[in-house]
C-alpha cells in the first residue's frame, strides 16, 4: 500500500472549517484513501473513503486531487468535540486491512 | 456508536498468562477483524475472520490466535502474554466484499495490561 504524509498536529478554532492534509505521492489506481479518527482512548471512527472523486458525507467532505497524490479532509464547522487524531490510510483494492500511520492531532479552541 | 462490541473493557494479566478477548459485530456483517494499539501509536492489524476462518494476518506470532463463531463474533487469544502485549485491542467489523471497499467500523477496544 502507498505510504502516507500528515502532518503531527494541526489547531483549529471552533466554528472554522478544519482542513487536513493528506500526502499519498505513490499511490496506484486501484488504491481507495479512508479517513478515521480517533477520539481519545475510544475506538477509531469512520468519517468517509473516496478512490478518484470528491465526496461528501454528513460528517465531512474529501478532496482528492486529480492526480491522486494527496487528499484534504474538510470538517466544515469544527467543534470541540471533534478534537481527535485523524488518521488518513491508502487501502489497495485487494487488501483487507487498515494500515494506520501516526495520524494528525487536531485540537479545536475555543 | 457503531454496534460492534467488545468485552471485558479492562484486563490486567501477569505475564505467561493467557487472555481471550471478545467482540460481537455489527448486525449485517460478517467479517471481523482484530487490531493491537499499543500507547501513542496507531492500530496494527492482527489479522481477520471471515466464514470461521483466517483471511489475512499481519505481523504478529502464532501466540496470538483466533476464532469466528457462525453468528460472526469472534475471540482473539493471546497465549504466553509478555509485558510488550499492553495495549488497546480493538476489532472492527465489515460486510465482505473482497476488498478495500469493506468499510471496517471499529468497537470501543479492550484495555490490556500485562504485569
Known amino acids: 500500500d502507498a505510504k502516507t504524509t500528515q502532518p503531527p498536529s494541526m489547531d483549529c478554532a471552533e466554528g472554522r472549517a478544519a482542513n487536513l492534509p493528506c500526502n499519498h505521492s505513490t499511490i496506484s489506481g486501484n488504491e481507495y484513501v479512508y479517513w478515521y479518527r480517533q477520539i481519545h482512548s475510544q475506538g477509531p471512527q469512520y468519517i468517509i473513503h473516496?478512490?478518484?472523486n470528491n465526496e461528501t458525507n454528513e460528517m465531512a467532505s474529501l478532496i482528492i486531487t486529480e492526480d491522486r497524490k494527496s487528499s484534504t479532509l474538510i470538517l466544515p464547522h469544527a467543534t470541540l468535540r471533534d478534537t481527535a487524531v485523524y488518521y488518513c490510510i491508502v487501502r489497495g483494492y485487494n487488501n483487507n486491512d487498515m494500515r494506520f500511520g501516526a495520524g494528525t492531532r487536531l485540537t479545536v479552541k475555543p | 456508536e457503531t454496534g460492534v462490541t467488545q468485552s471485558p473493557t479492562h484486563l490486567i494479566k501477569t505475564r505467561g498468562q493467557q487472555v481471550t478477548l471478545r467482540c460481537s459485530s455489527q448486525s449485517g456483517h460478517n467479517t471481523v477483524s482484530w487490531y493491537q494499539q499499543a500507547l501513542g501509536q496507531g492500530p496494527q492489524f492482527i489479522f481477520q475472520?471471515?466464514?470461521?476462518?483466517?483471511?489475512g494476518r499481519g505481523n504478529f506470532p502464532p501466540r496470538f490466535s483466533g476464532l469466528q463463531f457462525p453468528n460472526y463474533s469472534s475471540e482473539l487469544n493471546v497465549n504466553a502474554l509478555e509485558l510488550d502485549d499492553s495495549a488497546l485491542y480493538l476489532c472492527?467489523?465489515?460486510?465482505?466484499?473482497?476488498?478495500?471497499?469493506?468499510?471496517?467500523?471499529f468497537g470501543p477496544g479492550t484495555r490490556l495490561t500485562v504485569l
Open positions: 475472520y471471515y466464514r470461521e476462518e483466517e483471511n
Open positions: 473516496g478512490l478518484k
Open positions: 472492527a467489523s465489515s460486510k465482505y466484499s473482497g476488498g478495500a471497499t469493506d468499510t471496517q467500523y
